[in-house]
């Protein structure tokens, strides 16, 4: 699809291409792994620490693909490199193609649109961790493109309903 992870032009991509990776997601977050590709302990560290709020004390798990992004799609739906799949947050996947489309709003929305768990209470808890992890990145020196419109999404998760500010209950771990 890309040969970098942010996408420098729209993909034009087809409302099939959409409805086929939903439709590829649903299947993997039903599947069973023993791996976990986010943990408990690190949400509750990173969220506050770069976004501002606590991890949500709800999480609903999944299995996920857990590196997906535009260099990890084909335009056949082939979604190449698995070793990062596991357990996280319901919704992560969709959480980890949003921001790599926040240079092209319109791709950006259709992201949202194409994941309706984006900007609900349901996918705050993978939303939350995907923004810490890449502000993380940022300030590593990598994403750096991406740091604006990230401090933005986190800005936007602070004031999102079921959200809580540092300090409230701890989240629970996944069974």
């Excluded at 890309?2 to 039903?30: C, F, N, V, Y």
């Excluded at 799609?73 to 319901?90: F, H, S, V």
């Amino acid at each position: 699809m890309s040969d970098d992870p942010i996408p420098r032009q729209d993909l034009g991509l087809p409302a099939s291409w959409w409805e086929e990776l939903t439709g590829a997601l649903e299947k993997l977050s039903g599947a069973g792994t023993g791996r976990v590709a986010v943990r408990e302990t690190y949400m509750a560290r990173a969220i506050p620490d770069f976004v501002g709020i606590t991890a949500p004390p709800s999480v609903s798990w999944t299995t996920t693909h857990g590196d997906l992004y535009w260099a990890n799609l084909t335009a056949q739906q082939q979604i190449p490199d698995w070793e990062a799949r596991g357990w996280a947050a319901q919704g992560f996947d969709a959480a980890t193609l949003y921001p790599y489309t926040l240079l092209h709003p319109g791709v950006a929305d259709r992201v949202r649109a194409a994941f309706p768990v984006l900007g609900s209470v349901e996918g705050l808890a993978a939303e939350a961790v995907v923004c810490a992890m890449l502000l993380q990145t940022a300030e590593r020196g990598d994403n750096l493109a991406l740091t604006d419109q990230l401090r933005v999404w986190a800005a936007e998760l602070r004031h999102r309903p079921g959200r809580q500010r540092p300090g409230g209950p701890p989240g629970r771990r996944p069974g």
